[in-house]
């Protein structure tokens, strides 16, 4: 059993379809993480979540929409996504410690492409 | 001065080399600097990390240098063997960090040859 478990791994959409990415951790852990990872560009943070509450927020469109139903499950909701959007979506946990916090455990990513 | 900068964007290396990545940094209150591994279809995974009270810190064939005044570190990775082949990413942080707020460099696509 992996660590941090993303579903689906694909996923093609339409502009005006509704779906979610799961990502369940099995770590132990009180954080979780969703960075946006696109070709030729450093990883994005798009939100934290600390034992159930969304800390941070960095300016993501409100087309995406996290849940946190508790401290092992992170939710990503999508719709009226655009093309630009097409990405690998990764989720990651880790500690919510100091000295910790910076080791994150990231799931292999769920491959989103936007028609 | 938020940003984190990494070169080369890729690299090929021949099997016994050595690989050496550079990143840089602006923001003096980082002092967490992990590096990331990822192959093909899987996500970043941990490497090895170091502070700033150390100028190098050496994990088997890889080893990160540091140098705080240039505000540089760096990943060398010895003997490279095929299976190194991978992107590699350099972050940044401080280290008392609630919120795992890393900042990544762009990454570098590691090619080994046989």
């Known amino acids: 059993e992996t660590g941090v478990t993303q579903t689906p791994r694909h996923l093609v959409m339409g502009m005006t379809n509704k779906k979610s990415l799961k990502c369940e951790q099995h770590l132990g852990h009180n954080a979780m993480y969703w960075y946006k990872q696109s070709a030729k560009k450093p990883l994005e943070l798009m939100f934290v979540y600390s034992l159930e509450e969304r800390v941070e927020n960095n300016s993501v469109p409100s087309r995406f929409s996290p849940a946190c139903p508790n401290s092992s499950h992170l939710f990503l909701h999508l719709h009226t996504l655009q093309p630009e959007d097409s990405a690998l979506y990764l989720c990651a946990s880790s500690r919510w410690t100091s000295g910790r916090a910076g080791e994150l455990f990231f799931g292999e990513g769920s491959r989103l492409t936007v028609l | 001065q938020q940003q984190v900068k990494q070169s080369p964007q890729s690299l090929i290396v021949q099997k016994g080399g050595i690989s050496i990545i550079n990143c840089a940094y602006e923001?003096?209150?980082?002092?967490?600097f992990p590096w990331y591994q990822q192959f093909p279809g899987k996500g970043p995974a941990l490497l090895i990390a170091i502070r700033p009270d150390v100028s190098e810190k050496k994990e088997g064939r890889f080893t990160i240098s540091f140098n705080k005044s240039a505000k540089q570190f760096s990943l060398h990775i010895m003997d490279s063997q095929p299976g190194d082949s991978a992107t590699y990413f350099c972050a940044a942080s401080p280290f008392y960090n609630q919120g795992g707020k890393l900042i990544f460099g762009q990454g570098t696509e590691l090619s080994v040859k046989p």
């Open positions: 923001n003096t209150a980082f002092d967490y």
